[in-house]
């Protein structure tokens, strides 16, 4: 298991942009493949985008694709959630999740895929 934190939401108008970030406890952050989830009020939660161990490969959920971009600094032990053009449907809470299973490439995932949590961070996005 690894402890993680993540920060950075906040509000913002539509077509605005925010940075995430999720910084993880331990030694072994490079050996986590890494995830942002979202939750919106009344919905379940559902994965928004996954990164492999090296930085190298990404898998985003059409929804968010071309508008946010993952990315990770082994060296820190973070990865970010850069968010640009956000819209109002946006509007959730955002959970980092960490994996010790490989990378599974152009994968779905869902919350059972990833064992370890953030606590997550409001982003709120006005039209």
């Known amino acids: 298991q690894v402890h993680l934190v993540d920060s950075g939401g906040g509000l913002v108008q539509a077509g605005g942009s925010l940075r995430l970030s999720c910084i993880a406890s331990?030694?072994?952050?490079?050996?986590?493949?890494m995830g942002w989830f979202r939750q919106a009020p009344g919905k379940e939660r559902e994965f928004v985008v996954a990164?492999?161990?090296?930085?190298?490969?990404?898998y985003y959920a059409d929804s968010v694709k071309g508008r946010f971009t993952i990315s990770r600094d082994n060296a820190k032990n973070t990865v970010y959630l850069q968010m640009n053009s956000l819209k109002p449907e946006d509007t959730a809470v955002y959970y980092c999740?960490?994996?010790?299973?490989?990378?599974?490439?152009?994968?779905?995932?869902?919350?059972?895929?990833?064992?370890?949590w953030g606590q997550g961070t409001q982003v709120t996005v006005s039209s």
């Open positions: 990164i492999n161990r090296s930085g190298g490969s990404t």
């Open positions: 999740a960490a994996r010790s299973q490989p990378f599974r490439g152009s994968y779905y995932y869902s919350t059972a895929d990833f064992g370890s």
């Open positions: 331990g030694r072994t952050f490079s050996s986590y493949v």
